[in-house]
């Protein structure tokens, strides 16, 4: 379920919400209301401010929700400066879904499963984690490990404290911050080395997101965990224009992340240069 | 086949171009390249290369896409009109026929590109046989016929006479007119071949560039080596008839906002630069990818058919005299290694 359409729709902003000092998530619905397409979690849109930019965002919320579509954004740049500076109301054009999906019905399914993300890396993985407890007897036990600077970093806190975290779910959320802050009685350490503190077995199947560096430092300690590259999934992040495998932006060995993921399990990256 | 005598040749072209686009070989300001055929053109069907290749017919240099309005906080969406008006592209070589099979596996395999689509669909190719290929020429390495181009129409220049065979319906309608023929090119195109065989890249050796090899092409260290004169200019993909890569962008005109694409070159540093930095930081990166991209990584997925025509162009107009060729023979491994 792609969309090979490079000409966009137009979609209205309907909510905003502040998360951390740089990071706001914008609820974007059709003109007429509802979803402006339906999507699976780790599928991504092209957002665009016409005269401004557009850029290829994950869609943060899950495929289950059925009124609208969310998006977890970090201002970093000129489209994103705009975005986080627009009003509810605004319309703006988007095009999609885009890319393969997390095997959220097929591979996932049944499985004990670990998310890892660090940052705003929560954001693709929000898509996941909703969906998962939405299909709640679809799949194991589920833990979650996500780290972030400071606490006031902290992606989806409110959501993770109140729903994520409710006895329910069946589901062990571990939080860490980098270094010590006042106000925070929680974990303080790097997420790789909370990984290996915490000690998973390997039985589990993990999904990973976050930056460069934390997936490199994770994919170590799982390994050292007993973990295999094919237990692990992760999505990634290039520069992108059309979405459609065409402009050839995102270009790596034989792949194009925005078709032929961005989703990859680390056995399919093994076997392509390390342009990421 | 049909026969067009060179001094029928104008008024054939002002029957063409009287119901729709003609673009042929024209000289202006000393250079040639594909232009619009008009009655004081200079049309320069004995120049074996344009300076660009024929590939803008398809996939033009800059296309509009999309305009949009703005009015405080809504958009209105205009969309671009496809093309929707027959032309005829006349003098193609081999090598640049070539390179429209290649684009169409990137633009018309699924998901399509309507644009490419539409250009594809209104025009007819007439290709020209290469009466002298060059030093720079290698397209035999990709096994490409300079004495028998594709297209919808073939011609060769026999004598006094074009010689023209239709190779599809679109073909036979556009030559329908001209008188018949019974003249053979075969001695025309052994001439052409004997030339090819004997040209100084005729024989590269393109053992091990396939995308099992991906990664032992990929870490070869004398990339470093290779790149070192790169200035990043990009006139080697602006030349070449098969780089697709494209860029969108927004330009204000004023009136609303056009959003269009052009050409695009993976030898710039802003090409993958993202707010969080790039992938491809030093033009080491930058060369090997469009290299790799031509050579390992297109024939990976298309059943080992190269991303490389052997136009040559890189090789007359890069300034710092890199190009493909210098990749292949540096990189090529023996057939028994």
Redesign the interface.
């Known amino acids: 379920m792609?969309?090979?359409?490079?000409?966009?729709?137009?979609g209205v902003v309907t909510d905003i919400r502040t998360d951390t000092p740089d990071i706001k998530t914008f609820r974007v619905e059709a003109l007429n209301g509802g979803k402006c397409f339906e999507h699976m979690p780790g599928q991504c849109a092209m957002l665009s401010i016409?005269?401004?930019?557009?850029a290829m965002f994950s869609i943060t919320s899950s495929p289950t929700l059925k009124e609208y579509q969310e998006f977890s954004i970090k201002k970093?740049?000129c489209l994103?400066e705009w975005l986080h500076q627009?009003?509810v109301?605004?319309?703006?054009?988007i095009r999609g879904p885009y890319g393969k999906p997390f095997p959220v019905e097929t591979e996932l399914k049944g499985k004990d499963l670990l998310f890892i993300a660090g940052g705003v890396g929560l954001a693709p993985l929000h898509s996941v984690i909703n969906y998962v407890l939405d299909k709640r007897e679809n799949y194991g036990k589920v833990d979650i490990v996500y780290g972030s600077r400071s606490k006031d970093d902290l992606l989806d806190i409110n959501e993770i404290q109140n729903s994520w975290m409710d006895p329910k779910n069946n589901l062990d959320v571990h939080l860490t911050i980098d270094r010590p802050q006042d106000g925070w009685d929680g974990h303080v350490a790097f997420v790789p080395t909370y990984v290996k503190e915490l000690g998973f077995d390997p039985n589990k199947t993990v999904l990973v997101c976050g930056?460069p560096i934390m997936i490199k430092f994770v994919l170590q300690a799982l390994t050292e965990l007993g973990f295999e590259k094919t237990q692990i999934y992760t999505t990634m992040?290039?520069?992108m224009?059309?979405g459609?495998g065409?402009?050839?932006?995102c270009?790596?060995?034989?792949k194009y992340v925005c078709k032929d993921g961005p989703v990859f399990r680390f056995d399919e990256l093994g076997?392509l240069?390390s342009?990421? | 086949m049909k026969k067009l005598p060179i001094s029928e040749l104008n008024a054939f072209f002002a029957r063409v171009a009287a119901d729709q686009k003609l673009y042929l070989p024209v000289e202006q300001a000393g250079q040639v390249d594909f232009g619009c055929w008009t009655e004081d053109a200079t049309v320069r069907l004995d120049a074996l290369k344009t300076v660009k290749s024929a590939k803008g017919a398809f996939f033009p240099q800059v296309e509009d896409?999309?305009r949009?309005h703005?009015q405080g906080?809504?958009?209105d969406?205009q969309?671009t009109e496809l093309m929707n008006e027959k032309f005829v592209i006349f003098g193609v070589r081999a090598c640049d026929a070539r390179a429209f099979e290649l684009l169409d596996r990137?633009?018309m395999s699924?998901?399509?590109?309507?644009f490419y689509a539409a250009r594809r669909e209104h025009g007819t190719v007439v290709t020209l046989a290469c009466g002298e290929p060059e030093a720079s020429c290698f397209c035999t390495n990709f096994d490409i016929d300079p004495a028998d181009p594709a297209g919808d129409v073939t011609a060769w220049l026999v004598g006094e006479n074009y010689v023209l065979r239709a190779n599809t319906e679109k073909g036979e309608a556009l030559i329908a007119d001209l008188a018949d023929s019974d003249d053979d090119v075969s001695a025309k195109q052994a001439e052409i071949r004997a030339i090819a065989e004997k040209l100084p890249f005729a024989n590269l050796n393109l053992n091990g560039f396939d995308?099992e090899h991906?990664?032992e092409r990929?870490s070869d260290p004398k990339w470093a080596e290779l790149s070192r004169a790169c200035l990043g200019c990009g006139t080697c993909t602006f030349v070449c008839p098969t780089c697709?890569?494209?860029?969108?962008r927004?330009y204000?005109t004023g009136h609303g906002?056009q959003?269009y694409?052009c050409w695009?070159s993976?030898m710039y540093s802003d090409?993958?630069?993202?707010?969080?930095g790039t992938?491809?930081p030093t033009q080491v990166?930058r060369f090997r990818?469009r290299f790799?991209?031509k050579l390992?990584?297109f024939p990976?997925?298309n059943e080992g058919i190269y991303g490389c025509v052997g136009c040559g162009r890189c090789v007359d107009k890069c300034p710092q005299s890199l190009n493909i060729v210098k990749v292949i023979k540096a990189l090529g491994v023996k057939a028994d290694d």
């Open positions: 792609t969309n090979g359409n490079i000409i966009p729709m137009l016409p005269g401004v930019g557009e970093c740049g994103t627009m009003d109301g605004q319309q703006v054009t930056p992040e290039l520069r224009k059309c459609v065409k402009c050839g932006r270009n790596i060995g034989d076997v240069p342009e990421y | 896409m999309l949009f703005t906080k809504n958009i969406i969309p990137v633009f699924e998901p399509q590109d309507p995308g991906l990664m990929f697709q890569c494209y860029d969108i927004d204000d906002v959003r694409r695009d993976c090409f993958t630069l993202m707010a969080h992938n491809r990166e990818q790799m991209h390992v990584y990976s997925n």
